[in-house]
């Protein structure tokens, strides 16, 4: 039996995390022994993590860098107390923070403590970059390694030149889409003949089947539900979604925004709907471990990022029927045809808004967009497959 370690920051919220968890629940647990490393045991997912994956501790300076100055004090941990002061303020440095992203500038300090993983692995599997792909290619010892890129690298934006010497030394490199794939080996060439494509892991029938549990709205709203889930950060354009949302509510439309996930941005977003009176409109419901009950429950599903890596939460929305929304960005017509299965709207307020007020008014092409996507195949389930054959490859 084969020993797979993977390696993920957390599994809170988000689309590399249920990317994951998707990927476990379909793992062949008789053929392979699987750990999971978390650098934080916390997240909404990790209560649904198969029986069958042992997770392990977090690393004992991981650990000590997320406690209080005076414990690290008390305990006489001057290293720690080094590299978290080092950190801090380096993260906050304007050069470094236009050269480097925020991972790499934490990496340079973490690795100076952080310890080496006991054992050995067939496979060791880094499932996003950053500190996860630094800490595989030098804290793990591992016949493969294979690692995972589920955003869009340029954008993001990752130092190219601070990462190429890390993936030169994986076996695989697996990007989401062929677009995340074509970024990717501009950025580092040298990769580009171990760059794959293997595309994030949708189950219709895991989607359906929790759709159909308790749970979802219970407001007793009667107008149309428009549902948007992601993390609460600059990338999903939440600021686009408001301004749309009060557009909508200006021409006297009855409807109700609704947003699955946290983030930092809640704050200042949440002073932006008081400023323009739609806490009533534009609601934030938190997060849960099964938000497919909401998505069954709404009308309309609208992902307004500026950037994605794959848009997990699109080709769920399109396994149960919904009409899809969607602002331009790069990878987004890998799940949508225009007009056909959902819209593609430029990204901007006005044109969310305007995209909107086409599907709430013309009922034809709501009906016509559903019967398309009861049609597709949306499930993903066979890219395991493609796992499969570069762990044993």
């Given at each position: 039996m084969k020993t797979i370690l993977f390696v993920i920051d957390s599994l809170h919220s988000g689309g590399a995390e249920k990317s994951l968890l998707s990927l476990l629940t379909l793992f062949d647990y008789e053929k392979y022994q699987v750990d999971l490393l978390l650098f934080s045991q916390k997240g909404l997912y990790l209560p649904l993590l198969p029986k069958e994956v042992n997770v392990l501790d977090v690393p004992p300076f991981i650990q000590r860098q997320a406690s209080g100055v005076r414990s690290l004090i008390r305990n006489k941990k001057f290293k720690d107390l080094y590299v978290r002061f080092g950190r801090s303020i380096s993260l906050r440095h304007p050069i470094k923070t236009k050269k480097l992203h925020s991972a790499q500038i934490s990496w340079g300090w973490l690795t100076k403590g952080i310890e080496k993983l006991n054992g050995h692995y067939d496979v060791a599997i880094a499932y996003s970059q950053g500190t996860p792909t630094y800490f595989v290619t030098e804290k793990v010892d591992a016949d493969k390694k294979l690692c995972w890129i589920n955003t869009d690298?340029?954008?993001?934006p990752y130092n190219s030149d601070f990462d190429t010497g890390y993936y030169e030394q994986f076996d695989?490199?697996?990007?989401?889409?062929?677009?995340?794939?074509?970024?990717?080996?501009?950025?580092?060439?040298?990769?580009?003949e171990k760059t794959n494509v293997v595309y994030d892991i949708v189950s219709p029938s895991l989607v359906v089947s929790m759709s159909e549990q308790n749970g979802g709205f219970d407001d007793g709203f009667d107008g149309i539900r428009i549902l948007t889930i992601g993390r609460l950060v600059e990338a999903k354009g939440y600021d686009m979604a408001i301004e749309a949302c009060f557009k909508l509510i200006q021409q006297g439309l009855k409807v109700r925004w609704y947003v699955i996930g946290e983030g930092l941005l809640r704050e200042k977003l949440e002073k932006t709907i008081h400023t323009l009176h739609l806490e009533n409109t534009f609601i934030f419901l938190g997060t849960f471990h099964n938000p497919y009950v909401f998505i069954k429950q709404c009308d309309i599903y609208v992902q307004p990022s500026r950037f994605e890596g794959f848009g997990l939460a699109i080709a769920e929305a399109k396994i149960l029927h919904k009409p899809v929304i969607a602002t331009n960005f790069t990878v987004v017509h890998n799940q949508i045809k225009d007009g056909e299965?959902?819209?593609?709207?430029?990204?901007?307020?006005?044109?969310?808004?305007?995209?909107?007020?086409?599907?709430?008014?013309?009922?034809?092409?709501?009906?016509?967009?559903?019967?398309?996507?009861?049609?597709?195949?949306?499930?993903?389930?066979?890219?395991?497959?493609?796992?499969?054959?570069?762990?044993?490859?």
């Open positions: 690298y340029k954008v993001a695989h490199i697996i990007a989401v889409s062929d677009y995340n794939k074509e970024v990717f080996i501009n950025e580092i060439p040298i990769v580009k299965n959902g819209l593609i709207v430029s990204m901007n307020a006005e044109a969310l808004y305007e995209g909107l007020k086409k599907m709430l008014q013309e009922q034809t092409l709501r009906e016509r967009i559903q019967r398309n996507l009861i049609k597709e195949n949306v499930g993903t389930e066979q890219e395991i497959t493609k796992v499969y054959a570069m762990i044993e490859s």
